[in-house]
């Protein structure tokens, strides 16, 4: 014995070594949706979000000024400007090759001057400048294509954020599914804590007839699928008038979450000390107040714990939203369903969905960590205790 003290098994390093290797497999996603969300379209495009905090070289199309800029210098119309401002690129970039086709994006290095059609010629410098010369006088609407090779600076932008939470057009808005998500998942998480404390500390202290048959049913339904009673469900809210609003949902959620909260909740308050509740009988409190007074207080991991789950679930939820929230003017789209909208209509554009997924993440994180000191506490005591 003397040689095993102090030492820890292999089992012990096993357990830390994949602790942190999930750790390390959930913290890359999440870091990677978080800075892709404050790239640009050709940033994302063109490297992944690893190399985002080191200068890039990319590859751009960048234009000279319009025609209608162009002034006289003698017997020479001239355009000047710099490609990289006009371009939207940082002032902090420098062309490294560049060329006037795709074909050849990289003929020539800065400060070299390449002809432009048969009467003009374009002077290109390492920081963007150029000077675009022509015997006549230019005509057209727009400026010449340019093709650069230029190093980027890291560069971070709002724009997306800008984009996804005050657009105005409803594919784009996640505003308001925000706080439509909020309407349902604060309610929907509420309401089933409230009726399944009172539920469990019934079943858990108060003496009456089949409550071993009512323990049981709430066990049996933990297994029951979700999908099996989504259509009976719906028929039955349509019936009474409560379906495809925030009423239905609510209701949706409650009953789908009921019995985990009564079986955590009941079995929690199992494991409370008997003696506390003799005592408060003794001296004549009635089971309301027992119930509000000392079970409440003394139940609040467990509480804690079934809320995490339930705010998670329902706000991370899309079935039961499809189902039971049916809106066909948006009005009532939580940010899930915006989501699989913006699929549809932004697929190519990468940089909004990025943000628009961490958008609908952050809440949820900012809920897990908050209280996750809870959650282990109760799910740990609702799991192993019961009588």
């Given at each position: ?271 409370l000390p008997r003696d506390i509740i003799e005592c408060a009988k ?13 079970i409440l207080p003394l139940s609040f991991p467990a509480l804690a ?80 205790k019961g009588g």
């Amino acid at each position: 014995m003397a040689k095993i003290a102090g030492k820890k098994s292999g089992l012990v390093w096993a357990v830390h070594l994949s602790v942190a290797a999930l750790v390390v497999l959930w913290l890359l996603p999440t870091a990677g949706l978080f800075i892709s969300s404050f790239r640009t379209a050709d940033q994302i495009a063109t490297s992944g979000w690893w190399s985002s905090l080191f200068s890039q070289e990319q590859n751009l199309v960048l234009r000279t000024a319009a025609p209608s800029t162009q002034r006289q210098e003698g017997n020479l119309w001239v355009i000047e400007g710099n490609l990289l401002s006009e371009g939207g690129a940082s002032a902090e970039a420098e062309i490294s090759t560049w060329g006037t086709t795709s074909r050849a994006i990289s003929e020539y290095e800065p400060g070299a001057t390449a002809p432009m059609g048969d009467s003009a010629r374009v002077t290109v410098q390492e920081n963007g400048d150029y000077r675009l010369e022509s015997d006549v006088e230019l005509t057209g609407t727009r400026g010449d294509r340019i093709f650069v090779t230029a190093e980027l600076p890291p560069e971070f932008t709002l724009d997306n954020y800008e984009t996804v939470l005050f657009s105005g057009s409803t594919t784009d808005s996640m505003a308001k599914a925000f706080f439509n998500t909020l309407t349902v998942t604060i309610p929907a998480t509420v309401i089933p804590i409230v009726i399944a404390a009172f539920a469990a500390y019934a079943l858990a202290w108060m003496e009456f007839p089949g409550r071993a048959l009512l323990i049981a049913a709430v066990v049996a339904l933990l297994v029951v699928p979700l999908q099996l009673a989504l259509i009976p469900l719906l028929r039955l809210h349509l019936s009474i008038g409560i379906g495809k609003g925030y009423l239905g949902v609510w209701l949706a959620h409650t009953g789908f979450g009921l019995p985990l909260a009564i079986y955590l909740l009941r079995n929690y308050m199992v494991g409370l000390p008997r003696d506390i509740i003799e005592c408060a009988k003794v001296d004549g409190a009635t089971d309301f107040q027992i119930f509000t007074r000392i079970i409440l207080p003394l139940s609040f991991p467990a509480l804690a714990s079934f809320a995490i789950f339930q705010f998670l679930w329902t706000w991370n939820d899309l079935l039961v939203a499809k189902v039971f929230l049916i809106d066909a003017t948006g009005e009532t789209t939580v940010m899930t369903n915006q989501i699989v909208e913006l699929l549809g209509t932004r697929g190519g554009n990468w940089e909004i969905l990025a943000t628009a997924a961490f958008v609908s993440i952050a809440v949820p994180l900012l809920v897990f960590f908050f209280m996750q000191r809870y959650l282990v506490r109760g799910l740990l005591a609702g799991s192993v205790k019961g009588g």
